[in-house]
């Protein structure tokens, strides 16, 4: 959720915005054409007209075709950015044992303090 607030550069975030608004156009759009093209492929099938159903069930192949290839490579750029944005962008906070259960000489030595969590850090 944090990188999808803040996935870096502008460029990246417009990329990002982008790719989602296509997908959430292209989808549907892709889904209606693809039934659309099956349905005149079926039709022309009764009609005899053979030629015009390998033509539409080619049409949609490509379709789809075009269609997965560019979900694919979209969302492997996204993935690529977000792993690079996941490795230089850590919270780390280490959990140490409980106060009461060390003496107070043993947690001044060992360096225990309370610790301050700022909202934004993961525990891990």
């Known amino acids: 959720l944090q990188w999808l607030r803040n996935p870096g550069p502008q460029?990246?975030?417009?990329?990002?915005?982008?790719?989602?608004?296509?997908?959430?156009?292209?989808?549907?759009?892709?889904?209606?054409?693809?039934?659309?093209?099956?349905?005149?492929?079926?039709?022309?099938?009764?009609?005899?007209?053979?030629?015009?159903?390998?033509?539409?069930?080619?049409?949609?192949?490509?379709?789809?075709?075009?269609y997965l290839f560019w979900t694919l490579v979209s969302f492997r750029y996204h993935c690529r950015l977000y792993n690079e944005w996941r490795r230089t962008n850590q919270r780390v906070i280490l959990l140490t044992p409980k106060s009461a259960s060390l003496p107070s000489n043993q947690q001044t030595l060992l360096g225990l303090q309370p610790l301050k969590r700022n909202s934004k850090e993961t525990i891990v």
């Open 11 to 66: 460029h990246e975030r417009r990329t990002l915005f982008g790719d989602m608004v296509c997908f959430l156009f292209i989808t549907p759009l892709a889904t209606i054409s693809g039934w659309l093209c099956l349905r005149g492929a079926v039709d022309h099938l009764h009609f005899s007209s053979r030629l015009e159903a390998v033509g539409l069930i080619a049409l949609t192949v490509a379709l789809f075709t075009i």
